[in-house]
């Protein structure tokens, strides 16, 4: 169970910013928006966004500087429309298994949600972690509000444990970045040949094991 993933994640961004977008054919503008965010995070982990221009953009992509201006003008959108997907599912999450009455069952839930949910959408992800410096002075507070957000709605939930031990602040910090880990230190979890289950599994262990001690 995911709120965006793959597929759905281009019609919730041309629905999000339809009326940024003049391109009507729904179809091509799903396609092109695949190919501009695509080559967006293939040039910004090449040469920085940051140095990356919207002409570099065009040549990775296929389209004029006039194709490209139907969906954005400049790169400040691009980097507010990554922010506002990651914000959106990492929003949306907590929403899913807020029926859960258990309050370890529904953060475990909540913990393996949110390793798949950055497990699919790893270059987003990735890209407001590390890029986040070249927002707009807005936009970089709206992702710092986005993030105090998310671990106060894990906070609330750990302080429904029984017994707890610590501050549940501090410990949903630290479920954080574990999250963080996973999805910006790939290549270390490559090397070991462990996946998102395993790491999930791994995650989930360290919080019962602490929080149901």
């Known amino acids: 169970m995911t709120p965006l993933d793959g597929v759905n994640i281009w019609g919730y961004l041309l629905d999000r910013y ?38 570099d953009l065009c040549g990775e992509t296929g389209l004029s500087m006039g194709g490209l201006y139907g969906y954005i003008s ?5 980097a507010e429309m990554i922010e506002d997907v990651v914000r959106h599912a990492t929003h949306e999450v907590p929403k899913m298994f807020a029926d859960v009455a258990d309050p370890l069952d529904r953060l475990e839930a909540l913990i393996r949600a949110s390793i798949y949910v950055s ?3 790893q270059p987003w992800f990735y890209f407001v ?8 002075a807005e936009q970089r507070g709206t992702a710092k509000e986005s993030e105090l957000h998310v671990q106060a709605l894990f906070a609330a939930v750990i302080a429904q444990v029984p017994g ?50």
């Open 119 to 121: 497990e699919i959408l």
């Open 129 to 136: 972690f590390m890029d986040s410096r070249v927002l707009q």
């Open 18 to 55: 339809a009326d940024r977008i003049t391109v009507k054919r729904r179809k091509p503008a799903l396609e092109n928006l695949e190919k501009i965010f695509n080559a967006t995070f293939k040039l910004a982990n090449a040469v920085g966004f940051r140095a990356m221009n919207l002409r």
């Open 164 to 213: 707890l031990r610590g501050s549940p602040d501090l410990i949903a910090a630290h479920i954080l970045a574990t999250f963080q880990d996973w999805y910006v230190k790939r290549w270390k979890y490559r090397a070991a040949d462990i996946g998102p289950d395993r790491f999930a599994d791994s995650a989930v262990q360290m919080m019962r094991g602490y929080l149901a001690a």
């Open 74 to 78: 400049n790169k400040d959108q691009l």
